[in-house]
């Protein structure tokens, strides 16, 4: 990718971009070969930054799938959702869905001094490792369960 392409890509961390994501909304589908290249799904766990509407910024340190071939991170949307309902009890678990966007991720170290020093907002996104790429995989003539 060329410096101009990068430009063309708005990027919110200050960090290098990381993992090509997918927030899979299918609950019994769970990838333990990927999607795309069909080779052996490993696990990572890893601090995601999850922006929450209207302005709450959340790290939190969830297992995802990874397949290292594809550089492929995947995170399970029920799984976030219950428990983003969960750490915020206030929100309507039929709208969260709605209300959350997860923007990336955060070294080990960075989450462990955001989480014991309280650091402002500006802080976190100075740690912020957007993501290369968001994807999206449908399911084609349905998937076997």
């Known amino acids: 990718m060329s410096k101009k392409d990068n430009k063309a890509i708005p990027r919110l961390g200050k960090q290098p971009p990381r993992y090509r994501f997918f927030l ?20 990572r766990k890893l601090p995601l930054f999850i922006h929450i509407h209207p302005n709450q910024p959340l790290v ?54 955001i989480d014991q020093n309280q650091l402002p907002v500006q802080a976190t996104i100075e740690a912020l490792h957007d993501f290369r790429e ?9 998937w076997v369960i």
């Open 24 to 43: 899979n909304p299918y609950q019994y589908s769970r990838f333990s070969t990927c999607p795309q290249c069909s080779n052996k799904m490993g696990q």
């Open 134 to 142: 968001v994807v999206t995989f449908t399911p084609v003539g349905g």
């Open 60 to 113: 939190l340190n969830k297992t995802c799938r990874y397949c290292p071939h594809c550089d492929l991170l995947i995170a399970h949307k029920n799984d976030l959702e219950d428990l983003i309902t969960k750490i915020f009890p206030d929100l309507d678990p039929e709208t969260v869905s709605h209300q959350y966007l997860v923007v990336g991720t955060v070294d080990r170290a960075d989450w462990k001094r």
